[in-house]
């Protein structure tokens, strides 16, 4: 189910996030190669005694000129990510 949905910064395509502690990016060129750029991060998720714990991702915004986004989750953690390279850039502490 989807929580937060946003623009690129460069309108190229999207960004959406979930209650299942996923984004997903996706591309509106509908070409081949451009459509093989888009993909999903598995991310505010938490491994506590062999259980995995998932927190939603509430917030999701872009930065104007670079494309990487931040995105919050329900526990309180912000990350930054970047699609283009298609990985996780860092994570702030809980606060």
Known sequence: MTRAIRCMSNGQGYTSTSFEGRVAVELFDTSTEVQSEKCTFKCHWQTID????I?????????PHFGTF???DGDSMVS????AAKRALRQLPKY
């Open 50 to 53: 062999k259980f995995d714990i």
């Open 55 to 63: 927190y939603p991702v509430n917030v999701l915004v872009f930065h």
């Open 70 to 72: 931040a995105t919050g």
């Open 80 to 83: 930054f990510w970047n699609s």
